[in-house]
C-alpha cells in the first residue's frame, strides 16, 4: 500500500496558516459559497412577491379596486413577457390567466401569498441547513488542523504551553467560527438582499417614508458599530483571561501534590478569587454595554413605525397614499430591522472572529515544526537499522542558554549492549532525549550509516527505535490497549465495524474528506503483530503474558482481575464456570487448612467475618452504590423490620457505644493519620459531626431523639466486624436476632427492595462483586496471618487447573489505569512503560533511568532479565541493541560497553573491565 496521504496533502499541512479568518474560507469553501449566493439572488424574488402581494389583496378584493359592479372579474396569474425598448419593445404572453369574480380572486391571491411563505420557508431552510453543514465541516477542518500542528510542535515548544490551554483553544476558543463560517460571505449578501427589497419597496409606495427608514438605519449603522469597539476589546479580554485561567486550574490538578505538602491551598485560593474577579468586572461591564447597546437599537427599531404612523396617516387622510400602501410600508419595514441589524451584528462579529483567529494563528503558528512527510502513514515494512550511530560534537542547551550536553563524540553500535553512568545533570539522560528525538542538538551531528539520525521520518525512528524515560506518559485507556499503543503505526485491515452499537453513517468517509480529515480509518487494525513477533491477534496474549512476567508485572495483572467486575449479560460462558470454580473451591475448603481462612456464605448462619449489614441484607446492591449504610437505614422496608425484632434499639445502643469509642481514641489525631485505616465504621470527617450527635443521644434516648441523629447512630454498627473491630457488641443472641431479620427480609419483600437487592445464591454469579468475592462466595478470615496471600494463591492455582487462567489475565487487561495511569502506583507504570519498549520488536531499545522508582535489588533484577532478552540467550526472541542510562551505576559491570558522563560531558566509553583499570570516576560510581 505505501504512503497512505498524496504529496498535494503533506505541501497543504506544511503551510503556516492563513493570517485573514476571510480569506481562508474563502479558499476552502469557494464553490459552497458560490452556490448559496445563487441560491441567495433566486430567494429574492419570492420575498418580493410576499412584499407586494399584501397591497394588492387590500387594495383589490377587499377595498374593491376594479371590482366597481356586481359582475366585474380581474386576471389572475397570467405569464407574460416584454423586451426593453432597446429591443424594440415587443412582448410576449405565456399564459393569459384566468378571469375571477371578487370572493374567488380574494381566495387566490390569499392561496398564492400562503404559497409564498412557504416557498420563502423553504428557502430559508435550505439556506440555514447548508451555512449549518458548511460551518461544522470547517469547524471539523480547523480543529483537525490545529490538532495535527501540535503533533508537529518541536517537542521543546510543549514546555512553553500548558495542555489545557491548548485543548481549551482547540475545543472551546474556535467554537464561534463554525457559527460564523457558514455567514461568512452568504450572511450580508442575504440580509443586504433582503433590506435591498423592502427598501425598494418601500421607496415604491412613499418616497417620503423611504427617507424617514433609510435616516433611521443611517443612524443605526453609525452608532451601534462605534459603540460595539468597547464590547469587542471586553470579549478580547473576557477569552484571554478565561484561557489563562483554564491553565492555571490545570496546573493546580497537576500540581495538587505541592499544594499539600506546602500547605499553599488557600494561596491558590486567593490567586483563582483574584482571577475570577478580574473576569467577573469585564463580564459586567460587558453585560451593561451589550444591553445598552440592544436598549438603543430596539428605541430606533420602534421610533421608525411611530414615524410611519404619524407621516403615513397625514399622507392617507389627504388621500396622496391609499391604506393598501400605508399597511404595505409598515408591514415592510417590520422586515427591515431585521436584516439591518443582521448586517451590524455580523459586521461586528466578522471583527471579533478576525482578532480571536489572529489570537488562535499566533499560538500555533510555531517556528521549527517538523515536515508533515516525516510523519508520513505507510503500510510498508520498515527494514531494520543496522550499522553504528556516529555522534560528532553534540552539544545541546535548553531555553535559557544552559549547557545541557557538551563536546559529546562517540560511535554506537545499533546492536550494541551499552550503559551509560554518571552524577544526576550530568549528561547521560539529555544524550538518550537526542538520540531518541526529544530534544534537538544545538550543535553537532546525529547520524547513522552516513545519513542523519534527525532527518529520518517517524516511521522509521518511532518503529525502529524504543524508550522508556522515567516520566513518560500513558494516556487513559485500558492496560491492553496502552500495551499495544506502541505498535499502532498504520491501519493494516479493512475495518471492522462489529464494535459499534450503532451504525456508521454512510457520509462518514465523505464528510471526512471535505473537511480535509485524514482518511486512515480508526476502525481497522493498527496493530504491527510482525513487530511484536507474532502472527496475529490470536497470539497477543501469550505475548503479552510473557513480557509482562518480564517485568514482574503478571500477578498484578491478575490481581487487578480478581478487583473487576463481570456482567453476566456480556461474558455468560466465563460467569458460568467461574461459579463451577466456586463449587469446586468450596469442596477443597471443607475440611482443609482453608476452612480456617474463609468463611462462606449459609443464608441459616451468621457470618462474622463480614459486616453487619452483609449479615442482615445477605446480598448484593443490584446496582452501583445503592446499599450504603445510610441508605440501608433509611429504607423503610428495612427500618419496619428492625422495629419488629427490636434491632433498631440495640443497634442504637451499639452506635452509641462505637460512637464513644471512635471519639475517645481518634478525637485528637490528623485525618491523615495512618490509624484511621482502623476505623471502618467512621470516616475522620464524620468523626467531627457526632460528639453533639451523642450529647443528645444520651439525653433524650431512642424515642426522643430526632430522626437524623438517629440514622447517624444507626448507620454506625452497619459496617461494624467482630473479627476486626473486636469491641465485644456482638453477642450470639444478637447474632439470632439478625438472623431472623433477615429471614424477614427475605420471606415477603416489596418490589422496591427486591429491585435493589440481589440475595447471594451460591448457583448464581453477582455482577455487582468482584470476581474473587463471586469465586470465595464469602469472607475471609480477618485478624489471620497472610490470609489474603494463602487464599489467593489457592483460587490462582485453582484457575489454571480449570483452564482459566488465560481468561482472567484478559480481565486484568480491561483495567482502566486512568489519566496519566495514575490508577498504577508510579513502579508499576514504569514497568509498564518498559514493557512497551519490549513489545516494539525495536532495533535499539534506549532506557533513560527508566526504573528509578524501584529498589536497587529490583532495579538489578530486571535490567539483567532485559539484557539476557537483549542478547538473545536460551532463544528468547529476537536480539536488539540496548543503550540504559543506569540509576544504579553498579549493574553496569553486566554491561558490553560502558559511557561515563561527568559536567555534561562524555568522560569515558569502554569495556567494564577497562574502565575498571583506568578510570576512577567509573571506579567510584559503581562501588
Not at 371 to 391: F, H, M, N, Y
Not at 418 to 429: K, N, Q
Not at 617 to 632: H, N, P, S, V, W
Request: charge should be negative; charged fraction near 25%; hydrophobic fraction near 40%.
Amino acid at each position: 500500500m505505501g504512503l497512505l496521504a498524496k504529496e498535494d496533502e503533506y505541501d497543504a499541512a506544511n503551510k503556516p496558516l492563513e493570517t485573514r479568518l476571510m480569506r481562508f474560507i474563502w479558499r476552502q469553501t469557494r464553490g459552497e459559497q458560490i452556490w448559496l449566493l445563487f441560491v441567495i439572488i433566486i430567494s429574492m424574488v419570492p420575498y418580493f412577491l410576499i412584499l407586494n402581494l399584501p397591497v394588492k389583496i387590500i387594495n383589490e378584493p377587499i377595498q374593491g379596486v376594479g371590482f366597481e359592479t356586481a359582475t366585474a372579474t380581474q386576471t389572475f396569474f397570467d405569464l407574460s413577457l416584454s423586451l426593453p425598448e432597446f429591443l424594440g419593445g415587443a412582448g410576449f404572453t405565456l399564459y393569459e390567466g384566468m378571469q375571477l369574480e371578487r370572493w374567488p380572486y380574494l381566495i387566490a391571491l390569499s392561496c398564492s401569498f400562503l404559497a409564498l411563505v412557504c416557498v420563502n420557508g423553504l428557502f430559508k431552510f435550505y439556506i440555514n441547513t447548508y451555512k449549518g453543514r458548511l460551518g461544522e465541516r470547517m469547524l471539523r477542518r480547523m480543529r483537525y488542523n490545529l490538532v495535527d500542528r501540535v503533533l508537529r510542535f518541536p517537542i521543546s515548544h510543549f514546555k512553553r504551553v500548558k495542555g489545557s490551554e491548548v485543548a481549551s483553544m482547540v475545543k472551546d476558543e474556535v467554537e464561534p467560527f463554525g457559527e460564523f463560517i457558514g455567514d461568512a460571505y452568504v450572511q450580508p449578501v442575504y440580509l443586504g438582499g433582503q433590506a435591498l427589497v423592502a427598501f425598494v419597496f418601500i421607496l415604491q409606495q412613499s418616497m417620503w417614508l423611504g427617507m424617514i427608514a433609510v435616516s433611521i438605519i443611517a443612524v443605526q449603522m453609525v452608532i451601534i458599530p462605534w459603540l460595539r469597539k468597547r464590547v469587542l476589546e471586553l470579549g478580547r479580554q473576557r477569552q484571554l483571561t478565561a484561557r489563562l485561567l483554564s491553565g492555571r486550574i490545570g496546573e493546580i490538578v497537576e500540581g495538587i501534590t505541592s499544594v499539600h505538602v506546602n500547605d499553599t491551598s488557600n494561596y491558590e485560593r486567593s490567586e483563582l478569587a483574584n482571577r475570577l474577579g478580574k473576569i467577573f468586572f469585564i463580564r459586567y461591564e460587558l453585560y451593561q454595554r451589550k444591553f445598552f447597546i440592544k436598549f438603543l437599537n430596539n428605541f430606533l427599531a420602534q421610533l421608525t413605525p411611530f414615524l410611519f404612523y404619524v407621516v403615513g396617516g397625514y399622507f392617507a387622510i389627504r388621500g396622496t397614499l391609499n391604506v393598501g400602501q400605508l399597511l404595505g410600508v409598515i408591514n415592510a419595514y417590520k422586515d427591515l430591522p431585521t436584516p439591518i441589524n443582521g448586517l451590524i451584528q455580523w459586521d461586528q462579529k466578522r471583527v471579533d472572529i478576525d482578532i480571536k483567529y489572529a489570537q488562535i494563528v499566533e499560538q500555533f503558528n510555531v517556528t521549527g515544526m517538523s515536515d508533515s512527510r516525516l510523519q508520513a502513514a505507510t503500510t510498508e515494512k520498515v527494514e531494520p537499522l543496522t550499522g553504528t550511530i556516529e555522534v560528532s560534537n553534540l552539544q545541546v542547551t535548553d531555553d535559557t542558554g544552559s549547557v545541557l550536553l557538551q563536546d559529546a563524540d562517540f560511535t554506537l553500535p545499533v546492536d550494541g549492549i551499552t550503559a551509560a553512568i554518571g552524577p544526576l545533570g550530568s549528561g547521560a539522560g539529555v544524550m538518550a532525549n537526542a538520540l531518541a528525538g526529544l530534544v534537538n542538538p544545538s550543535a553537532g551531528r546525529l547520524r547513522i550509516n552516513g545519513s542523519s539520525l534527525t532527518d529520518l521520518p517517524q516511521s522509521v525512528r518511532g518503529r525502529r527505535f524504543a524508550y522508556a524515560g522515567s516520566e513518560s506518559y500513558l494516556p487513559q485507556m485500558t492496560l491492553l490497549d496502552s500495551l499495544l499503543y506502541v505498535n499502532k503505526h498504520a491501519p493494516l485491515t479493512e475495518p471492522d465495524y462489529s464494535c459499534l452499537i450503532e451504525p456508521l453513517h454512510p457520509r462518514t468517509e465523505l464528510e471526512a474528506k471535505a473537511a480535509g480529515n485524514t482518511l486512515l480509518n480508526y476502525y481497522s487494525d493498527w496493530v504491527d503483530y510482525d513487530a511484536m513477533g507474532i502472527s496475529g491477534p490470536d497470539e497477543v496474549l501469550p505475548r503479552l503474558r510473557d513480557v509482562l512476567d518480564l517485568v514482574e508485572m503478571d500477578e498484578v495483572v491478575t490481581g487487578l482481575a480478581m478487583r473487576q467486575r463481570l456482567d453476566p449479560e456480556e461474558t455468560p460462558q466465563l460467569c458460568e464456570k467461574l461459579v463451577e470454580v466456586r463449587s469446586t473451591l468450596r469442596q477443597r475448603i471443607d475440611g482443609s487448612q482453608l476452612a480456617n481462612l474463609v468463611e462462606v456464605w449459609d443464608r441459616e448462619t451468621y457470618n462474622e467475618h463480614a459486616t453487619l449489614a452483609e449479615n442482615l441484607i445477605f446480598g448484593t446492591a443490584a446496582q452501583a452504590d445503592e446499599l450504603t449504610a445510610a441508605g440501608i437505614v433509611e429504607n423503610e422496608y428495612v427500618r419496619e423490620v428492625l422495629s419488629k425484632t427490636g434491632l433498631d434499639r440495640d443497634m442504637f445502643e451499639m452506635g452509641i457505644e462505637l460512637a464513644d469509642t471512635a471519639i475517645e481514641l481518634f478525637a485528637d489525631l490528623s485525618p491523615d493519620n495512618p490509624f484511621f485505616e482502623q476505623l471502618n465504621f467512621m470516616t475522620p470527617e464524620e468523626l467531627e459531626a457526632y460528639p453533639p450527635v451523642l450529647l443528645r443521644a444520651k439525653e433524650e434516648g431512642f424515642d426522643k431523639l430526632g430522626a437524623t441523629d438517629r440514622n447517624m447512630l444507626l448507620q454506625l454498627p452497619m459496617n461494624y466486624i467482630e473479627k476486626r473491630n473486636r469491641l465485644k457488641l456482638m453477642d450470639a443472641s444478637t447474632q439470632t436476632r439478625i438472623l431472623e431479620a433477615r429471614k424477614m427480609l427475605h420471606d415477603n419483600p416489596p418490589a422496591d427492595f427486591t429491585d435493589a437487592v440481589t440475595a447471594y445464591d451460591v448457583t448464581l454469579y453477582s455482577p455487582m462483586e468482584s470476581v474473587q468475592d463471586n469465586i470465595l462466595f464469602g469472607r475471609i478470615a480477618q485478624g489471620v496471618q497472610n490470609a489474603q496471600e494463602q487464599v489467593q494463591e489457592a483460587i490462582t492455582d485453582l484457575l489454571k487447573e480449570m483452564g482459566l487462567e488465560e481468561e482472567i489475565f484478559s480481565i486484568g487487561l480491561q483495567f482502566d489505569i486512568g489519566t496519566g495511569g495514575k490508577r498504577l502506583s508510579e513502579g508499576q507504570r514504569q514497568r509498564i512503560i518498559l514493557a512497551r519498549g519490549l513489545l516494539k520488536g525495536s532495533d535499539l531499545f534506549i532506557v533513560n533511568r527508566g526504573l528509578n522508582s524501584l529498589d536497587q535489588r529490583s532495579q538489578e533484577r530486571l535490567v539483567k532479565k532485559v539484557l539476557a532478552r537483549a542478547r538473545g540467550d536460551e532463544g528468547l526472541g529476537r536480539p536488539f541493541g540496548l543503550l540504559w542510562i543506569l540509576t544504579a551505576p553498579h549493574i553496569a559491570t553486566e554491561f558490553d560497553k560502558v559511557m561515563v558522563f561527568d559536567r555534561q560531558r562524555l568522560k569515558s566509553y569502554d569495556e567494564p573491565s577497562a574502565l575498571q583499570e583506568n578510570d576512577d570516576l567509573y571506579r567510584s560510581l559503581v562501588s
